[in-house]
């Protein structure tokens, strides 16, 4: 390959690196592609880290040793966080999305790659500091949420489902109280879907009473692993007496006036 | 905002458009963030351009009009899709996979992100040239390849379930045969989830008959809506009688032989 000068290295190493969150990439791998020497890259790479650190577009981090090089990790700033979520808040307030029986349509939100893109920025940001193994979800909706997430943090997805299914082999399904229904439900993951000892993060799209969270907690002990941390999109704090303690969540939801508008305002995790 | 150097325009231009794949940005939006002359951003411009398209790491088009701008196009060459597709019939060929009933565990590759996120660009862009609205999948195995491809083409995601809930307001449910069992199902779409009148692909993780396909044509009609496209990551070919004619695969599946081993191949579609 001819040699590339260094506006073109910069361009190549940046979509290389954000296209692989959390993934160390060895500098041999862009010595080779470029035709570069080690020092040139090295510098290369000082451009890049300073430059995506200054406009809070993420960082790049060194890892030394054998095994080591550089690797991604994403961020936003608060600025355009809080600008993110103000205008989620003003799309959910709007009283066409209140259907029958007082909830709130947000599946085209949960759906739309855009917002999914910058929620999972945030909520992955939140904990990348952590040393995780998997990202775990409940199916349906927030599936592309938490994929987000794993895929920022460089690790596995993992979906817990409602059925068991002929194709997942053998699997654990455990019983747990719906916290706001009180219905009795069941959850199943496939005995090849997580090693045991693993530490995991549950991201959902919407937490009422945290009861499936609850769940979560219980089917992890069957895989003999534990969760670290807990996120949600929208947090319902009209119900106020919550299963589990400790998450994170970008909206919150009170619920719906006499007027039928929605009553939500972004989060305190939100500056 | 202090004036930054080409090398450090280019980087950020280069994050900010890939990630917003076909969104167009207004050159207004790099003038002021980055407090340059619109002739400098154009600069910027070709050299991000030519760099991408030289290594097939994507394509920058230009729009022009009073809403124009330019907009990232994902891509990926031809020898890094055979390598990948190469390498992801090694992992499916692992005996270890084979489960009771013949089936082949292929859970963790549909929900490990760094596949995902390949596979989504090599199905985006063989419709990146097609004007869609949504892309469209069935719950719940291809979700994440869904996702993936509708961020890359820039598109909402639509998730049709086989339930229906209370949270979806009013839906539309279908009846169709799953082609291989010959069992009716239901599957069900909100009517807040797709405008009349829209253009859509289909993806999905496996093809069997194909009776899902044709089952989301039958619910597609009841949105006055068209299926302009079909893709999945794997395609059944021991099921030879397929009930759609055209569809897009990157793997095909012919069974598995007398010794246990899983018969797989890159699909004609790889070349």
Known sequence: MKKLS???RVIAITKMLTDNPNKIINLNTF???FNAAKSSISEDLVIVREILKELNMGNIETISGAAGGVKYICNISDEEKRLFIDELCQLL???ERVIPGNFIYMTDIMYNPQIVYKAGIILASAFSNMDIDYVVTVETKGIPLAYEVARML????VIVRHDTKVTEGTTVSINYISGSSRRIQTMSLSKKAMKKGSKCIFIDDFMKAGG?????????????????????????VGTPK???NKYLSLIELS???EN????????????
């Open 6 to 8: 260094r506006n073109q």
């Open 31 to 33: 010595t080779e592609k």
């Open 93 to 95: 307030k709007d009283k």
């Open 154 to 157: 460089g690790v596995q997805l």
């Open 212 to 236: 499936t969270a609850l769940g979560i907690v219980d089917l992890l002990k069957e895989f003999e692993s534990e969760l670290l941390g807990i996120a949600v999109l929208i947090d319902n």
């Open 242 to 244: 919550k299963m589990v």
């Open 255 to 257: 619920g719906i006036d």
């Open 260 to 271: 039928g508008s929605v009553k939500i305002s972004p989060s305190k995790f939100i500056k």
